[in-house]
């Protein structure tokens, strides 16, 4: 016991001890409450510090909850009668889809390459910042951004592109709200329906159609990892700009794809193997420019522009694809046809060959200006340089090949005006038209094996034309074409050009006639007539008839047949030029008339969309159809806004309306238009030339289908020589006419019941006797038949006059 207690240390020690250990003790709790109070003091500056940022970084963000309303701009697509796509307008490519038409296998390389978090996080993945940091850490520079799904996608719907940490903040802030208020697959399908993936398209399924033009749906495995790659740098991942790249990067999505066990190991080396398979990168899509521009100007008078570019309007037109595609065709071949006759103008441009081939190839690209991937086909036109000119043939260089043209492909390019014997000259020595170092327009023929193209000299023709193609039943227009090329000028000819008719405005004249009482038999006398000043408006004006000379009597049907012009005169002055006047306004012509009696020679300028407007009453038996190009409307959400519903009113009577269609049957098949007969099914026409051949027409109709012509020069300039709506007009109308109606059931013109036919003398237009030799048939209305006998001429009839 003793031995213990003298072990002890003193009391003293002890003592000194227990109060060492006490303050140590005090230090401690001391340094612990100090490190938790500046812990708290820092998160609690750390929650004041956020909350300053989220409130101040927060003030004049948008509402997320706006994205319910949210419609982004979307294509107007416009539709043909058949409903095929055949115009688009857009200033951002985009077509809305929904989540569950796209692809799992697009949307899966999308997350995978984009935001593998993306069914975790809350709107900002710090897994994905902090490695993003590292790895940019490493590289020395920015190489990888942390940024989901959800942050891009309210960058581009809400905030800019600007590098700054204040946008970074917005962002993370809108982020989260956005993943507060809508579903993963909701913020899913808003980001693949509004992402840029370059080549202005914007969305999946906008740029399926642009890299390979399907639709979103029908991609590959291969295509959807291609799609996937390009957000992050749409232009440096094109696989049309640059292949290499894009083959790396789409090789990338596969491989996190099978990472993610999205793929198995199989299906990406088969993915990785396959090649693009690219569509072709197309302007915005148009296949019947003036047509679809007579629609755009529809749409913005009706609904403004911004509806136009950006609700994604669903107009579907009474446009026939194939006549119009067979309407340009028809009008572009007419015109080169009909300028050639008039001579060539000489060579587009000209080069010294001594500057070396690589100069005349970059200066033929120039003019050629092909896509990436398109290559000549036979047929195009294209610009060509002359290398070598003989007698009988010119070579020439392509720039992407060589050819040559043959005497006989060439020897209408006489200098313009040059006649010989009264027939334009034919060149008989290439020399007379080319030499070398011209560059020229050539149409592409065949190619031999060895490349070389057999080639024709053309031109791009200064003669211009139109053609309107209509329904005369329903007032649809089938087709439009208002130019040689809208490319080179967007002025639509057939429905903004006024151009004086000639004679092709009679058959409107010859109408109020008959309604006044003339009839097809009228005999009126073909004489010379002289209007004096004091008497007229025109100063000694002796009109005559195209050839020149006078018939004596003529029926009002031969004098329509053979467009005979003081006859039309004598009926307009007798039946009353205001009379004709308020025909012309109630068949649907606008534009001004001369109130004198040159409107008789078709002197006052109209449209061709007026002129076949007016036809087709006569098509219709009497009954006026406002023509019309759209049939509905339907808006982003299927709700149709706008259908057409066409007013049917009863201009003429069926019977006056029938008398003019047998009259300008006549006109096809005796008169100016006989070359129409080759049609082989009825038809109804007439022919216009102006004064000096400045302007050549062709109207004509079947039952079911009225058609235009025009032919002129925009600075109303003559043709040339006898270039009259026959020869000018009247081959175009034909080229489209055969082929249009190619297959259609042969038609003939009902005839109504007020209608009858009477054996006439056609020397004195009464009704003849039954046994007489030079009688024939006519037609007449029922309560206008001719008149009886061979007595003294009625001081009262119209056959006096």
Request: hydrophobic content about 40%; glycine content about 6%; charged content about 25%.
């Amino acid at each position: 016991m003793s031995k213990i207690l003298d072990n002890q240390p003193p009391r003293t020690f002890r003592r000194k001890l227990k109060k060492k250990t006490k303050k140590k003790t005090s230090f401690k709790k001391l340094l612990l409450v100090s490190f938790l109070s500046l812990f708290l003091l820092i998160l609690f500056s750390g929650f004041v510090g956020a909350g300053f940022i989220f409130f101040h970084y927060s003030k004049d963000l948008p509402d997320v909850l706006s994205l319910r309303e949210y419609q982004p701009s979307t294509i107007t697509q416009v539709y043909s009668d058949q409903d095929d796509l055949i115009a688009e307008f857009y200033i951002e490519k985009r077509i809305i889809v929904p989540l569950k038409t796209i692809p799992k296998q697009l949307k899966q390389a999308t997350l995978a390459v984009e935001d593998s978090n993306f069914r975790s996080h809350f709107g900002i993945d710090p897994k994905a910042i902090f490695r993003a940091f590292l790895t940019n850490i490493q590289a020395g520079h920015v190489v990888e951004g942390g940024s989901t799904i959800t942050q891009q996608l309210a960058k581009t719907l809400f905030l800019s592109s600007e590098r700054s940490l204040e946008r970074k903040i917005r962002e993370a802030i809108l982020s989260v709200r956005m993943e507060l208020v809508f579903t993963k697959d909701e913020i899913l399908e808003m980001y693949l329906n509004n992402i840029y993936y370059g080549h202005g398209s914007y969305g999946v399924e906008a740029a399926a159609r642009t890299y390979f033009g399907k639709s979103v749906k029908d991609l590959t495995l291969g295509q959807c990892a291609t799609l996937a790659a390009l957000p992050k740098a749409p232009n440096n991942y094109s696989p049309y700009r640059y292949p290499e790249k894009a083959h790396k990067r789409r090789n990338h999505v596969l491989k996190r794809m099978a990472i993610l066990k999205n793929i198995t190991r199989k299906e990406k080396e088969a993915a990785a193997k396959a090649p693009f398979q690219l569509g072709q990168i197309t302007d915005m899509l148009n296949k019947a420019p003036y047509f679809v521009e007579h629609i755009r100007q529809f749409l913005e008078e009706n609904y403004g522009s911004n509806k136009l570019y950006r609700d994604g309007l669903k107009v579907h037109t009474t446009l026939n694809l194939p006549f119009q595609q067979i309407a340009t065709r028809a009008v572009q071949s007419g015109l080169l046809r009909a300028d050639k006759r008039y001579g060539y103008r000489g060579p587009v441009s000209s080069l010294d060959l001594d500057d070396g081939r690589e100069v005349l190839v970059q200066t033929l690209n120039q003019y050629n200006k092909f896509k990436d991937e398109e290559t000549a086909e036979s047929g195009d036109i294209v610009h060509a340089a002359v290398l070598e000119v003989f007698p009988k043939e010119v070579d020439v260089d392509l720039g992407f090949s060589e050819g040559s043209i043959a005497l006989d492909k060439m020897n209408w390019a006489r200098k313009p005006n040059i006649k010989l014997d009264g027939r334009w000259a034919r060149i008989k020595n290439a020399h007379q038209a080319l030499k070398v170092g011209d560059i020229i327009q050539v149409r592409l023929l065949n190619q031999n094996s060895d490349g070389e193209w057999a080639l024709a000299l053309e031109q791009t023709p200064e003669v211009q034309g139109g053609l309107i193609s209509l329904n005369p039943l329903t007032g649809k227009i089938l087709a439009m074409v208002g130019g040689y090329d809208f490319k080179q000028s967007q002025f639509n000819r057939a429905i903004q050009a006024v151009r004086q008719p000639g004679s092709a405005f009679k058959p409107i004249i010859y109408t109020a006639a008959l309604q006044d009482g003339y009839t097809p038999a009228s005999i009126i006398i073909d004489a010379p007539l002289i209007f004096n000043e004091k008497e007229d408006t025109f100063d000694k004006w002796k009109p005559v008839n195209f050839e020149q000379k006078f018939y004596g009597p003529t029926s009002v049907r031969t004098a329509l047949t053979h467009s005979r012009n003081v006859v039309t005169i004598k009926l307009l002055q007798n039946t009353g030029v205001q009379k004709a006047i308020d025909l012309a306004r109630q068949m649907g012509i606008k534009s001004a008339m001369a109130e004198n009696l040159s409107i008789a020679l078709g002197s006052s300028g109209l449209t061709l969309y007026e002129l076949v407007s007016a036809y087709a009453i006569f098509a219709n038996q009497g009954k006026k159809v406002q023509p019309t190009a759209v049939r509905h409307i339907i808006n982003r959400n299927g709700e149709i806004i706008y259908r057409s519903a066409p007013r049917e009113t009863q201009v003429l009577s069926p019977g006056v309306a029938y008398l003019i269609t047998s009259l300008l049957q006549s006109v096809v098949q005796h008169g100016t238009a006989t070359k129409v007969k080759v049609l082989g099914r009825p038809v109804a026409g007439k022919t216009g030339t102006t004064n000096n051949f400045v302007d050549a027409w062709f109207m004509g109709y079947t039952p079911d289908v009225v058609t235009g012509v025009w032919v002129g020069k925009d600075r109303d300039e003559p043709l040339g020589q006898n270039e009259t709506g026959s020869r000018a007009a009247i081959p175009i109308w034909l080229d489209y006419m055969e082929k249009a109606m190619e297959g259609k059931p042969v038609m003939n013109f009902p005839v109504p019941d007020d209608i009858i036919h009477v054996k006439i003398d056609p020397e004195t237009g009464y009704s003849a006797e039954f046994d007489s030799t030079s009688s024939k048939f006519e037609v007449f209305l029922q309560d206008n038949p001719p008149e009886k006998g061979k007595s003294e001429l009625n001081p009262m009839s119209h056959n006096t006059f």
